[in-house]
T-cell receptor, first 117, second 110 residues
Framework: GAVVSQHPSRVICKSGTSVKIECRSL??????MFWYRQFPKQSLMLMAT?????????EQGVEKDKFLINHASLTLSTLTVTSAHPEDSSFYIC?????????????FGSGTQLSVL | LAKTTQPISMDSYEGQEVNITCSHN???????ITWYQQFPSQGPRFIIQ???TKVTNEVASLFIPADRKSSTLSLPRVSLSDTAVYYC???????????FGAGTRLFVKA
């Protein structure tokens, strides 16, 4: 099956710094990728939909200036958590579909555990 | 987006068959039913997908009745390593976003 690579797997940063998370589709092109965050014992919460070559679409309540998404190529989307604070500590996961415009089957990255001190 | 309802948790023993049912009363004609498995600190993993009747792969079976308002994921002879959270999703093939419900926490005991 298709592989989605996500890096880093774990990051610890100081409050006020920015952190960039990369999501790559290794063996397919992904025009659309999704970014989720997940708190302990909770389900995945969709943050935004990342579209190659255009602006991301953010879910209600997600600050677009706080969580910057860039999808500059068909195989790479990045999520930058700007001026991170302890409440941003969470598990961030990306996903992508092999099929253009069809999301019934997604492949997920391994996730990034962000801890903000 | 069709909302899904699953049991919060289930317990089982090794070697048993586990059936997890998901309700999706508002499923639309173009919606597919997809199940994912998630282990702690990992991204979800695709298990199986179906539109109607029965689908089987090397991991599980998916049973979907004619009205498609529910579906049942069947895991044959579970092992301890099947302890995970299982998510049922209903996704439109027309390009709609994917929303996760609460999922079912399956605990497999020795």
């Amino acid at each position: 099956g298709a592989v989605v690579s996500q890096h880093p797997s774990r990051v610890i940063c100081k409050s006020g710094t920015s952190v960039k998370i990369e999501c790559r589709s290794l063996d397919f092109q992904a025009t659309t990728m999704f970014w989720y965050r997940q708190f302990p014992k909770q389900s995945l919460m969709l943050m935004a939909t990342s579209n190659e070559g255009s602006k991301a679409t953010y879910e209600q309540g997600v600050e677009k200036d706080k969580f910057l998404i860039n999808h500059a190529s068909l195989t790479l989307s990045t999520l930058t958590v700007t001026s991170a604070h302890p409440e941003d500590s969470s598990f961030y996961i990306c996903s992508a579909s092999e099929n253009r415009g069809s999301y019934e089957k997604l492949f997920f990255g391994s996730g990034t555990q962000l801890s903000v001190l | 987006l069709a909302k899904t309802t699953q049991p919060i948790s289930m317990d089982s023993y090794e070697g048993q068959e586990v059936n997890i049912t998901c309700s999706h009363n508002n499923i639309a004609t173009n919606d597919y039913i997809t199940w994912y498995q998630q282990f702690p600190s990992q991204g979800p993993r695709f298990i199986i997908q179906g539109y109607k009747t029965k689908v089987t792969n090397e991991v599980a079976s998916l049973f979907i009745p004619a009205d498609r308002k529910s579906s049942t994921l069947s895991l044959p002879r579970v092992s301890l390593s099947d302890t995970a959270v299982y998510y049922c999703l209903v996704v439109n093939t027309g390009g709609f976003k994917t929303i996760f419900g609460a999922g079912t926490r399956l605990f497999v005991k020795a």
